[in-house]
């Protein structure tokens, strides 16, 4: 078992950046292939980027490719979602999750543990 937290979320400007981490307890973390996903109100959750279980494989959605940038620090046991040049559509709460195995996947039913969201608000 693994437990995630995130943490990070905020309100900002359009144009601003955010750093979102998502800190894992409970198992070494780089077991894990983990994936950020987000849902704003009334939408489904949708995919946003993953990372391999040792950080070499990278994916990104094509709305954030170029913006945003997954990362993983083995020995904090955290992964990262750098956001930059934000804009309201990435308005939603992120979720952070991970699963059993060395590649990530973009659907959230592959993803066995969840953490409780962070919200990110960017104001236009």
């Known amino acids: 078992q693994v437990q995630l937290v995130e943490s990070g979320g905020g309100l900002v400007q359009a144009g601003d950046s955010l750093r979102l981490s998502c800190a894992a307890s409970?198992?070494?973390?780089?077991?894990?292939?983990t994936g950020w996903f987000r849902q704003a109100p009334g939408k489904e959750r949708e995919f946003v980027a993953d990372i391999s279980m040792r950080g070499y494989i990278t994916n990104y959605s094509d709305s954030v490719k170029g913006r945003f940038t997954i990362s993983r620090d083995g020995a904090k046991n955290t992964v990262y979602l750098r956001m930059n040049s934000l804009k309201p559509e990435d308005t939603a709460v992120y979720y952070c999750?991970?699963?059993?195995?060395?590649?990530?996947?973009?659907?959230?039913?592959?993803?066995?543990?969840w953490g409780q969201g962070t919200q990110v608000t960017v104001s236009s």
């Open positions: 409970g198992r070494t973390f780089s077991w894990y292939a």
């Open positions: 999750a991970a699963r059993t195995a060395a590649v990530a996947k973009t659907s959230e039913y592959e993803y066995d543990y």
